[in-house]
Every structure is written in C-alpha cells, then in structure tokens.
C-alpha cells in the first residue's frame, strides 16, 4: 500500500488504499495554495464563483474513474501496491494496453466535451514515458533514475494530478535565459543545499495548474550552454512555499450562468503563469539536475512526449465529435440540414474530424515496441497531426461560421428574457426553429457560441495552436522522424528503371 509518510509531496494525503473520489479530490485543494485573481489571493478554488465549476468538473472525473462500474475500462492494477490505479498511469507493453490507454482519456474527454486539456492523464503520460527510461536519467546521477521511477509511482499509486509548466516565459525570445537582463526572469536553480536546491523565477503557463497537486517543472525550449541553471526536471507540490500562480482572466465570472455559458461556466481549466519564489525542492524531487543534454533528450529519448500527446489527440478527437455535432444540431435548427452544399461542407467537415479521430488509433496500429519491450505510439503519425492541426482547426471553425449565418447571434439576451410573459410569449413565438422550440434552439446555439464566439472559445483556439508547442517545432520534429529512406528508395528505384522507347 502507498504511504503518505515517506515524502513531503505526500504531505496530509491519506493511503491511497482506495480510488480518490471527487470529494476527496475537492477537499484536497484547500490545501494554502497560493492563487493570484483579480488583484486577490484566492481562499478557496473550490469556493471561488470563477473557479468553483471547473474544479467540480474534475472532480468527476475522479468519480468517474472510480465509480465501480468503470474499474475495467479505466484502471489497472498498480504492481508495487496492488490496488486499483488510472489507466492514465498505464504503462504500455502491448498494443492492447495502448488501446486501453485511449479507452480511459476518451472516457474522460467525453465528460468533459474535451474541452479540458489537461486533465491529470496528460502529465501522467509524460511521468510513464520518463519512468520507462530511468537508465537516461541515471546517467546524469545514480539517484536521478531512481527518483523519477518513484515520483511516477507516488502519483500513479496516490492517484494525483500534475499539471507541467516546461516553457520559459515570453519576457524577450531574443536571448536565451542566462542572457535575460535578470537571470532569475526564467525559472531555474539559485541556491544548492545539501537537502536539495531553491529555484526562483518565472514559468509559464501552467494550464490546470491550480486544480492540480503537483507542479512538473522542466524546459522543453532549447538550452543554450550556459544556461544550465534552467535545465532541470522536477515537481513541487502546488501548496510549496513561494510557488505562486497567476491565471489568466477567468472565463467563469460570478454574473454568468450556465444557461447563456454552459461551457465557460463549467469547463474553464485556467492557465497559469507560475512564479518561483525561493521554492525549496528536496532531491528526492528531482530526476534533473544542470543537465542540458539530459533535459532536452528526456522529450526525444523516452516516450513521454508521444504518450502525453497521445492523450492530447484523444481529448481532441472528443472535443471535435462534440463540435461536429453541435453544426449537425445548428443545422437541423436552421431548416438547412439537407441542403446539397450544406451537405458537402458538413462532408469536408466530417473528413477532418474523421481525419483526426482515426489518426489517434493509428498512433496505436502502428505502435513500436523498444528494446526494453515498451510500446511507443508512432510519432510519425503524432507529428503529422498535430502539425496540420492548427490549420484544420481554424478551418473547421471557419466552416462553421459559414454555415451559421446569424444563428448564434439572434438570440434572446439573456436566459432572463424567458422570465417575461411578454418577452417569452415574443420569444416562443419567433425564436423557436425548424426542429427545435425556442428555448432549446437558443440553448443550442449558446453552446455553439461559448464553444467558438465566446472569449472560452477563443482561448481554445489558441490553445488547439499551441498546446504542444508551436507548430514550427512539430514540423521540424515530423520532418525529423519520416522515412525518407523509403521515399528516396523509390525515386532511386524510378531512376534505375531501364530504359523503354525510342533512343535520345
Ligand atoms: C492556451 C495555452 C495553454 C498552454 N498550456 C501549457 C501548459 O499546460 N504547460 C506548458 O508548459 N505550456 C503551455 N502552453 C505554452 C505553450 O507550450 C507555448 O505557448 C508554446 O510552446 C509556444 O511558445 P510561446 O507561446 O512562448 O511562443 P514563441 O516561442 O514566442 O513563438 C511565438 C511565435 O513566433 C514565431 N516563431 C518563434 N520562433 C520561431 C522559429 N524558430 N521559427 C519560426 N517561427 C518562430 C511562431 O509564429 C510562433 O508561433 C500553453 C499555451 C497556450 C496558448
């Protein structure tokens, strides 16, 4: 059995003999985080009117997995203790637990309308992928293999939630870090002890970080020699002294409802800037230590990157099924549904969902077990979608938009319009639709708007850009790993072909 004792990261949390619940997850977050909002230090995530439903909206997905009609689909059994652990933490050696993987995120996905991107089975991808390898790590010191095995066991058999802040903040991309005009601008070690290091300075963007237990600080931009202070892998949890987190504007506001935001009201994950104060971090903690070389190769040379983003193409796929199906809804409303050239965009529409749905079951198919019998997901297949993402994306909401017209925008003003006799008789009357009465139409459509017109769905648009980096990195990296050995061996086979017809 997990034992709370042994490691400060444990610290309060009791033996995870059990599935965690969403009460139990909950409670946890009242735990003296130090969150930044709207010129405030936020009590209580649990309590407070932006962040509130976001943190009940994970919490169940904690009772999802542990709801025992689910123990199949999304645990496993954790070797070391024995007891029920997510899938999420899964490590794959054969196709089949790869699949199960994916069977557990979509899970998760689907209750969130895959509208939260990090949800704990992200980090934890990058945790299994590190673990599989602690042999890398150990090469920068004994210690460093075994702590990076252990912290993924603590998370896997305590079931927690890590959130990961691994790009140095956007002060001035010109120069690299040790040439910031402070070298504390960019998070990274200012004090070595003989219990551990102090790391000061600024990371960014933690998405779910607030919701989370532990902060997975490391860099995955490219280091420079000299800036070995930055070049580190470790956690903190989210409660350690001097970490501070700062999100951006809360799409959740104390005025709103779910009825006119269904979905920034419930599913805004927040993303952080998180600062660094002097945070102490006990060895025990690091698997990473001023190692240029160890920090860049832990995202190439282990499968945590495919994994984590394995997840991220799943909740993707989730996200698009939704978006497809709220333009099928929008267009059964609108009376164009069996329109030939609605048809034909809803057609190019479904080819792109369809495009991104299968290609997370490619990464599966075509899944390469390593020397150490660990099954990789193809990052060829990872890469090739994920490059064209941030195109697709924009183009299937460009579609959308087109195929609207002004039906998310004729709409009551508010849910409140209902409350009036006069109103709601108007609006019963000359609101309601070609399938639909008015207060479902209007209840379509405000999920249409929140999901792109919104200033949450605008965020996801961007994050769809970025999430994984910019997608100059994910070109390069797609450009690194295809085989161009069989498509040249084709142009040279061309080449070798005799000669037929008349001579020159
Ligand atoms: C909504 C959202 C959520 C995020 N969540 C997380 C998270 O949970 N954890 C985390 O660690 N990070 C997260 N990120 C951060 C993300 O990883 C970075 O935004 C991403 O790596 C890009 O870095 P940047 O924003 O600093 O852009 P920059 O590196 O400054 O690049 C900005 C743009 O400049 C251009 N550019 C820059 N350099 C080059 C080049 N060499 N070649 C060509 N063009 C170039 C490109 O157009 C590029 O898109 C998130 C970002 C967003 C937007």
Redesign the pocket.
């Known amino acids: 059995m997990a034992t709370s004792s042994q490691n400060p990261l444990l610290a309060g949390r009791a033996p995870a003999s059990a599935l965690r619940s969403g009460a139990e997850y909950l409670k946890s977050l009242r735990d003296g985080r130090r969150v930044y909002l709207d010129g405030e230090l936020v009590k209580d995530v649990t309590e407070h009117p932006a962040l509130r439903e976001a943190a009940r909206s994970i919490a169940r997905l904690y009772d999802i997995a542990a709801a025992p009609e689910n123990r199949e689909v999304m645990t496993f059994t954790s070797p070391k203790t024995g007891a029920p652990v997510h899938r999420g933490y899964q490590i794959p050696k054969t196709h089949a637990d790869l699949k199960a993987r994916r069977l557990f995120s979509e899970k998760w996905a689907e209750a969130t309308f895959g509208l939260m991107?990090?949800t704990p089975d992200?980090v934890a991808g990058f945790f299994c992928g590190y673990a599989t390898k602690p042999s890398l790590f150990a090469a920068g010191g004994k210690q460093f293999g075994e702590n990076v095995v252990r912290l993924y066991e603590e998370a896997r058999d305590n079931h927690l939630y890590m959130?990961?802040?691994?790009?140095?903040?956007?002060i001035d991309?010109s120069k690299p870090a040790h040439k910031q005009t402070d070298p504390t601008l960019h998070a990274g070690v200012v004090k070595e002890r003989d219990d551990g290091i102090v790391i000061s300075g600024a990371?960014?963007?933690?998405?779910?970080?607030i919701y989370s237990d532990w902060l997975h600080l490391s860099c995955?931009?490219p280091l420079q020699p000299g800036d070995e202070n930055y070049a580190n892998g470790l956690v903190v949890p989210i409660n350690a002294p001097g970490l501070k987190l700062y999100p951006r504007r809360a799409f959740a506001r104390a005025d709103m409802n779910s009825v006119d935001y269904p979905l920034s009201s419930r599913f805004d994950e927040t993303?952080s800037y998180v600062i660094f104060d002097n945070v102490f971090v006990p060895w025990e903690n690091v698997y990473c230590y001023r190692n240029i070389d160890l920090c860049r190769n832990q995202w190439h040379l282990t499968p945590a990157h495919a994994y984590g983003n394995l997840q991220a193409q799943v909740r993707y796929g989730a996200k698009l099924r939704f978006m497809i199906g709220l333009a099928k809804r929008m267009n059964e409303n609108t009376g164009h549904d069996n329109n030939p050239p609605v048809q034909m965009a809803m057609g190019e529409l479904a080819a792109l969902v369809s495009i991104v749905e299968s290609m997370a079951i490619a990464q599966e198919v075509v899944a390469t077990t390593d020397a150490d019998g660990v099954l990789w997901p193809s990052r060829t297949t990872l890469y090739a979608v994920m490059a064209m993402q941030s195109e697709f994306n924009g183009r299937m909401l460009e579609i959308i938009r087109e195929l609207s017209g002004s039906a998310m925008i004729t709409l009551p003003s508010s849910a409140g319009d209902f409350d009036n006799p006069e109103m709601a008789h108007d609006l019963e009357k000359y609101m309601c639709s070609a399938s639909s009465d008015a207060k479902t139409r209007m209840a379509i459509m405000r999920l249409l708007w929140d999901f792109i017109g919104s200033e949450f769905g605008s965020?996801?648009q961007?994050?769809e850009?970025?999430?994984?980096?910019?997608?100059?990195?994910v070109k390069q990296s797609i450009n690194r790993l295809y085989d161009y050995k069989r498509a040249t061996a084709l142009v040279d086979a061309a080449l070798a072909l005799p000669p037929v017809g008349a001579k020159h």
């Open positions: 991107g990090r992200h959130s990961y802040a691994i790009v140095p903040p956007q991309r990371q960014q963007l933690a998405t779910g970080g995955i931009q993303d965020r996801h961007q994050y850009k970025f999430y994984g980096g910019g997608t100059y990195v």
